[in-house]
């Protein structure tokens, strides 16, 4: 848990004792919240960025990914039948805006999003906890001068 130390210290990981069954890496509550807006944002700004700036294409324009290309070219043109056809066929797949993002948005997702995970699950963890500390100071200033509370519909305010 979060002992108070003075807000010296990050918030503790661990799963309380007081949370039985469960599991310290599955977000719940106002941590499901957080990360589901979290997932939202890595997942619409990934597709912003590749539909924007065509990474995969960019990177098709290198020296190293000429080079890649040709060979995947080569190796699949090598192996005859339906793999031949996968690779005629992409050039005309990538052709449309949404169908090659979409196939960075893949790309992309499966290399940076996968080890991201943890990172993502932390992060909802942690600004979890900051929202609960707040509140927790909200309800313990007696609904009186904290700025939370003197905004207007808000579940805290005095009206």
Same mark, same amino acid.
Request: net charge positive.
């Given at each position: 848990?979060?002992?108070?130390?003075?807000?010296?210290?990050? /918030?503790?990981? !661990?799963?309380?004792?007081?949370?039985? @069954? +469960?599991?310290?890496?599955?977000? &719940?509550?106002?941590? =499901?919240?957080?990360?589901?807006?979290?997932?939202?944002?890595?997942?619409?700004?990934?597709?912003?960025?590749?539909?924007?700036?065509? /990474?995969?294409? !960019?990177?098709?324009?290198?020296?190293? @990914? +000429?080079?890649?290309?040709?060979? &995947?070219?080569?190796? =699949?043109?090598?192996?005859?039948?339906?793999?031949?056809?996968?690779?005629?066929?992409?050039?005309?797949?990538?052709?449309?805006?949404?169908?090659?993002?979409?196939?960075?948005?893949?790309?992309?997702?499966?290399?940076?999003?996968?080890?991201?995970?943890?990172?993502?699950?932390?992060?909802?963890?942690?600004?979890?906890?900051?929202?609960?500390?707040?509140?927790?100071?909200?309800?313990?200033?007696?609904?009186?001068?904290?700025?939370?509370?003197?905004?207007?519909?808000?579940?805290?305010?005095?009206?």
């Amino acid at each position: 848990g979060m002992a108070d130390d003075g807000g010296s210290s990050p /918030p503790s990981l !661990a799963v309380e004792e007081s949370e039985p @069954g +469960r599991f310290g890496f599955l977000p &719940t509550g106002t941590e =499901l919240g957080i990360y589901v807006g979290i997932e939202c944002l890595w997942h619409v700004s990934l597709f912003s960025v590749c539909y924007r700036y065509r /990474p995969l294409v !960019a990177l098709g324009k290198t020296p190293w @990914g +000429r080079n890649f290309l040709k060979s &995947t070219k080569s190796f =699949l043109a090598s192996k005859g039948g339906r793999m031949a056809a996968v690779g005629s066929g992409t050039t005309a797949f990538l052709e449309s805006p949404w169908k090659r993002a979409t196939t960075e948005w893949f790309f992309f997702n499966k290399i940076i999003g996968l080890p991201l995970w943890p990172t993502k699950l932390a992060a909802a963890h942690i600004l979890a906890s900051q929202v609960t500390v707040h509140t927790a100071e909200c309800r313990a200033a007696a609904l009186t001068s904290h700025p939370c509370c003197l905004l207007p519909n808000s579940r805290w305010s005095k009206g």
